[in-house]
Each structure stands twice: as C-alpha cells, then as structure tokens.
C-alpha cells in the first residue's frame, strides 16, 4: 500500500510506495554461489528490509556491572510541572501506551502530549491516523481545538496510515520525525511481534524515538494481546477515564491529569473528581 503525509499549512503531499518482495532465485545442488554484499538490502516476510549479516554478529550487546553503573542517559528538560508530576523524569526515548473507551479523552490527551513534547524536544511529531486518516473531525481537534497549527506548525506531520514494513522505511530515514504516534493501535493491526520490533528497532536503539500507542479498551485494560503485551512492557502505562489520566510510569510521577475539568467533574461527580485530582 501507500502512505500519505499532510504538513499541517501547506497542500504538499508525497506519495511513498514499498515495492513487493522479490522471491530468490533456487540455486542448483552444488554449483557455485556469488554472496551478496555486506549492506544488501534483503526483504523481510512482513516486507521490512534487513541486512546481511556475513559475520554472524550477536543481536544483543553484554555490559559489565562496573561498565552499567557508568552508563549516562539523557532525559527530557523543558516540561511543565504537570506534566513532570505525572509522566516523571522521562528520558529521551520512551515508549507509552494510552488506552480507554470511546469518548473519554484519549485523543484529546494525546494531542496536549504531542504538544508538550514537540516543544521540549524541538523535534518532528508523525502523527498516524489509522482511525480517522485525513478527515473533518481530525482537523476539527487540531486545527479549531488545539490551535497546532499555530503552536508546533510544520513540526506535527499526519499520515493516514502505514503497513509495518513502511513504518520500518520510514523510520529508519536519517531525518525521520522522533515522536511517534500510532492512532489506533487495533486500527493499524500491528501484532504483537511487530510493536515488539519497533520497539527493539527504535526505541531501544540509538535512534532513540517516543512511541506512543492509542489503544482500545477492554473494561480496565487495553484491547487484544497486541495491546496487552504492550502495556506489559512499555515505559508508560496511561488509563483514561471519565477525562482524568492515571499513570503507571517507569519514571517516577504518576499523578492524575485531568485532561477537561468541566467534563471530568460531570463524569464523577465533585467529590471523587476532588478525590481522583489530588491524587
């Protein structure tokens, strides 16, 4: 398939197309074969790219204890106080999950995060809507909403979707955005093993890219085993209900945010939004 990309104040577009996997030609029993060279692209079953590893390397890298205790990591400075009592000390590569019933606030959220961090980092936001695409009521949010065009412009980017090996394209472009924003996690039909991948890919690699997944609900928790399995292990675990945030962070914080006081306080009532607000 192809993927589209909107800038928020221009009519630009561009097209990006994955050309179908080439299957091997069958070599005969015994006859010579010329290896390929060492950064030949080769394609994947899920149609992203890999390269040939003639050296067999390890995937995984071995640290000392002495080695690991003088490990540096970079966190995220330039965030409002909110947004520290809530997501922590994060660093500057994370991945979160943001998960709740309809109508409660996810993209709501989602949006005043994207804002906080395009303005902290200084760096690009993809924003994938799987949901929505490039619609009325996705520009109504942004646009009318949240004033992003006038407070992030060009630095918030929309797609109206992607299969998993162009994500793995697009992501490993030298300049590609560093927040990303997968809206909805069950829309995209991303497994379990592919969010994993990314994850290994761009997260905890060098490239060091904010993964932000926008999930469905199941009651009190995300929707179907990819979402489970993401909420498992991602840096951040974020339930909305009812238009308040609550946090589970690897990075410390994890107090509530009330994304709409007004609406919040009609969902629960005085007494438990005073509750839930100061907790």
Known sequence: MTGKILKMDENESLTLSIAGDDKPASVPFLQPVQLLPEKTQLADTDGATARKNPKNEV??????????SQKTYKSVTGLSQQFVQSF?????????????????????????????????????????????????????????????????????EIMDGATFGELVQIM?????????????????????????????RFVMSRRKKILIYISWADGKKPK????????????????????????????????????????????????????????
């Not at 490993?172 to 290994?200: F, G, M, N």
């Not at 009330?258 to 005073?274: C, D, P, Q, Y």
């Open 59 to 68: 995937s995984y890298k071995k640290l000392g204890l002495k080695q690991f």
């Open 88 to 156: 922590g000390d994060i660093e500057d590569a994370f991945d979160c999950i943001v998960y709740g019933p309809s109508g409660n606030g996810k993209t709501n959220f989602t949006v005043q995060v994207i804002k906080e961090l395009i303005h902290a980092t200084r760096q690009k936001c993809m924003y994938i809507s799987y949901e929505e695409g490039h619609t009325k009521t996705l520009q109504k949010t942004m646009i009318e909403r949240h004033d992003m065009l006038n407070l992030v412009g060009n630095k918030l």
């Open 172 to 200: 490993s472009k030298r300049k590609s955005p560093k927040i990303w924003v997968i809206d909805s996690l069950q829309a995209s039909h991303l497994t379990e093993q592919e969010c994993a991948e990314l994850k290994k």
């Open 224 to 279: 179907g085993a990819a979402a489970q399995a993401v909420e498992y292990y991602a840096h951040i675990k974020i339930r909305i209900e009812g238009f308040i945030s609550f946090f589970k962070s690897r990075f410390g914080g994890n107090r509530n945010y009330i994304i709409w006081e007004e609406g919040a306080k009609r969902f629960w009532g005085l007494k438990s939004f005073n509750k839930h607000k100061h907790r």
